[in-house]
């Protein structure tokens, strides 16, 4: 589902991610935080049930899926009065307030693309009315007034899933077989201001779940569960052209592994970023690739792949990071990644350089009594925020279903308060004073200082991924006097949040 691009690439953020292949991540000059934005949620509305589909227009956020109510933040159902929306809504991205676009549905909205003048937002679903108006599957609506566009109405046969916008182009992808009663097997598009159908005709052969174009409009990315684009072998994954819908050569395509007998993995979101595109995938079976691979939108190859096990949902990239939601339970195969048993990590980010894990640990859960069970579900973001839907119930362990959002308003999450160091005192006059190390959700790298008093006696720095069994370090501290008696603690720091531990004394033998 396309996702307006409006992230910048700073070079001391391009610099910070291209120094990550040797080693842990190279944190970015972000007060309190290492990537584009910090683990801590900001306040928003919630809805009541899942939202599948999320797109940005200047401050206005678009969020679409199967709630029908919108809940104040922090509160349960019951707790407070609620704002209807049938299946789709806009928040304010400042506040996370719901505006007053509030159009009646009959049915799920699964995509929502913007144009990227910002004048105008699509939507895609299941849905046959708006307000009561015949409204086949899909509809496009006024960013500035809220209101539907009369004139516009193309009719899609069946489910659309994907959507993007580039010039006047709209471009479809779902489980449909015609658009406007001619043959369009799952993909077709539109034109933009008048709606009418547009030669553009890729027949894939089953459904597709993720359309993007590249942003100098030149490709146009398809993702899903089809193995074929006009008659051609294209699993999962294709490159076409944006007039003709021919595919290209896309060596990329061939790390989506083919099915197998146990295992079919196929494209979930596609995301463009300049000249590159990521892809990410889930797969049915043990083992099955749920990862995300990088390509050269100019060449179609590789540039790298990560192959987390827990099926990849939704990604965005923003600068240097690729943000991502999945239900990931091993990244073993990742430098410094996590082995299963550490739980399932929702939310995660990568370099767009290398794929390496990056410093961003938020998480969610997913809802059990959802159809999907899965989590995160949608992506949108800027170069200063993200968004993210979902069937989730809480974030970061507090109520928030639905729908949250992560800022680069300074300070980020604080690191893990150090417990009090161990202290061995010897007749020489020296203390070792040995402590364990720290975490961050939204820091990889924190300076440990080591505290005799108000006297800072050894000063380090630290790289630790929170789900690492916790570090010993020590530090000697010398010259002591015999027979008196000395208080060391800890503080550990981020760059801006400094958390300073319990004391602990010893006396010189």
Same mark, same amino acid.
């Given at each position: 589902?396309? !996702?307006?691009?409006?992230?910048?690439?700073?070079?001391?953020?391009?610099?910070?991610?291209?120094?990550?292949?040797? *080693?842990?991540?190279?944190?970015?000059?972000?007060?309190?935080?290492?990537?584009?934005? +910090?683990?801590?949620?900001?306040?928003?509305?919630?809805?009541?049930?899942?939202?599948?589909?999320?797109?940005?227009?200047?401050?206005?956020?678009?969020?679409? *899926?199967?709630?029908?109510?919108?809940?104040?933040?922090?509160?349960?159902?019951?707790?407070?009065?609620?704002?209807?929306?049938?299946?789709?809504?806009?928040?304010?991205?400042?506040?996370?307030?719901?505006?007053?676009?509030?159009?009646?549905?009959?049915?799920?909205?699964?995509?929502?693309?913007?144009?990227?003048?910002?004048?105008?937002?699509?939507?895609?679903?299941?849905?046959?009315?708006?307000?009561?108006?015949?409204?086949?599957?899909?509809?496009?609506? +006024?960013?500035?007034?809220?209101?539907?566009?009369?004139?516009? =109405?193309?009719?899609?046969?069946?489910?659309?899933?994907?959507?993007?916008?580039?010039?006047?182009?709209?471009?479809?992808? *779902?489980?449909?077989?015609?658009?406007?009663?001619?043959?369009?097997?799952?993909?077709?598009?539109?034109?933009?201001?008048?709606?009418?159908?547009?030669?553009?005709?890729?027949?894939?052969?089953?459904?597709?779940?993720?359309? =993007?174009?590249?942003?100098?409009?030149?490709? %146009?990315? %398809?993702?899903?569960?089809?193995?074929?684009?006009?008659?051609?072998?294209?699993?999962?994954?294709?490159?076409?052209?944006?007039?003709?819908?021919?595919?290209?050569?896309?060596?990329?395509?061939?790390?989506?592994?083919?099915?197998?007998?146990?295992?079919?993995?196929? %494209? !979930?979101?596609?995301?463009?970023?300049?000249?590159?595109?990521?892809?990410?995938? *889930?797969?049915?079976?043990?083992?099955?690739?749920?990862?995300?691979?990088?390509?050269?939108?100019?060449?179609?190859?590789?540039?790298?792949?990560?192959?987390?096990?827990?099926?990849?949902?939704?990604?965005?990239?923003?600068?240097?990071?690729?943000?991502?939601?999945?239900?990931?339970?091993?990244?073993?195969?990742?430098?410094?990644?996590?082995?299963?048993?550490?739980?399932?990590?929702?939310?995660?980010?990568?370099?767009?350089?290398?794929?390496?894990?990056?410093?961003?640990?938020?998480?969610?859960?997913?809802?059990?009594? +959802?159809?999907?069970?899965?989590?995160?579900?949608?992506?949108?973001?800027?170069?200063?925020?993200?968004?993210?839907?979902?069937?989730?119930?809480?974030?970061?362990?507090?109520?928030?279903?639905?729908?949250?959002?992560?800022?680069?308003?300074?300070?980020?999450?604080?690191?893990?308060?150090?417990?009090?160091?161990?202290?061995?005192?010897?007749?020489?006059?020296? %203390?070792?004073?040995?402590?364990? =190390?720290?975490?961050?959700?939204?820091?990889?790298?924190?300076?440990?200082?080591?505290?005799?008093?108000?006297?800072?006696?050894? +000063?380090?720095?630290?790289?630790?991924?929170?789900?690492?069994?916790?570090?010993?370090?020590?530090?000697?501290?010398?010259?002591?006097?015999?027979?008196?008696?000395?208080?060391?603690?800890?503080?550990?720091?981020?760059?801006?949040?400094?958390?300073?531990?319990?004391?602990?004394?010893? !006396?010189?033998?």
């Amino acid at each position: 589902m396309k !996702k307006l691009v409006l992230a910048l690439i700073t070079g001391a953020a391009v610099l910070a991610a291209a120094l990550i292949p040797s *080693g842990p991540p190279v944190q970015a000059a972000t007060p309190g935080f290492a990537s584009a934005v +910090s683990a801590i949620k900001q306040t928003s509305w919630q809805t009541n049930n899942s939202v599948n589909a999320l797109a940005i227009a200047g401050n206005t956020v678009f969020a679409g *899926g199967l709630f029908t109510r919108l809940r104040q933040p922090g509160k349960a159902s019951g707790q407070a009065p609620e704002a209807l929306r049938s299946y789709v809504a806009a928040f304010d991205r400042t506040t996370g307030r719901p505006t007053a676009f509030a159009p009646v549905l009959n049915g799920p909205v699964y995509a929502i693309a913007t144009s990227p003048d910002g004048k105008w937002v699509v939507i895609g679903g299941d849905f046959t009315t708006v307000n009561g108006i015949r409204r086949s599957k899909i509809a496009m609506f +006024s960013v500035a007034t809220g209101k539907l566009v009369a004139a516009w =109405d193309p009719v899609v046969a069946a489910r659309v899933k994907a959507l993007a916008i580039y010039g006047n182009s709209v471009f479809i992808g *779902g489980a449909f077989r015609a658009i406007d009663g001619a043959t369009r097997n799952r993909l077709g598009a539109v034109r933009l201001i008048q709606g009418d159908l547009l030669p553009w005709n890729p027949n894939a052969n089953n459904d597709v779940y993720a359309v =993007d174009v590249a942003d100098n409009g030149t490709r %146009v990315f %398809v993702g899903g569960p089809f193995s074929t684009i006009n008659g051609k072998d294209h699993y999962s994954l294709a490159m076409l052209n944006n007039t003709t819908g021919a595919a290209f050569a896309f060596p990329a395509a061939a790390a989506i592994p083919k099915p197998t007998a146990t295992c079919t993995t196929r %494209v !979930k979101d596609i995301d463009t970023l300049g000249d590159n595109v990521y892809v990410s995938n *889930g797969g049915d079976g043990g083992g099955c690739y749920d990862g995300v691979l990088a390509a050269q939108v100019s060449t179609g190859k590789l540039l790298w792949q990560n192959k987390c096990l827990g099926a990849t949902e939704a990604i965005k990239a923003i600068g240097s990071w690729l943000y991502k939601g999945s239900h990931a339970h091993n990244c073993s195969s990742s430098p410094n990644g996590f082995p299963d048993g550490t739980g399932t990590h929702y939310l995660l980010v990568e370099s767009t350089i290398n794929g390496n894990l990056g410093p961003w640990f938020p998480n969610t859960d997913a809802n059990p009594k +959802s159809t999907t069970q899965v989590g995160p579900l949608a992506m949108a973001g800027t170069a200063t925020d993200l968004w993210v839907g979902g069937d989730f119930l809480h974030v970061n362990g507090t109520i928030q279903v639905g729908i949250t959002r992560f800022t680069n308003t300074p300070g980020g999450a604080a690191p893990a308060v150090p417990k009090a160091p161990t202290l061995t005192a010897t007749s020489s006059g020296r %203390v070792y004073v040995s402590y364990t =190390d720290s975490y961050d959700l939204d820091n990889l790298t924190l300076t440990y200082n080591v505290f005799r008093g108000s006297l800072n006696v050894g +000063s380090n720095k630290y790289t630790t991924y929170f789900w690492q069994p916790r570090k010993t370090y020590q530090v000697v501290d010398r010259g002591l006097a015999r027979g008196s008696s000395y208080t060391y603690h800890v503080e550990v720091h981020d760059g801006r949040n400094i958390m300073k531990g319990a004391n602990a004394t010893v !006396k010189i033998p």
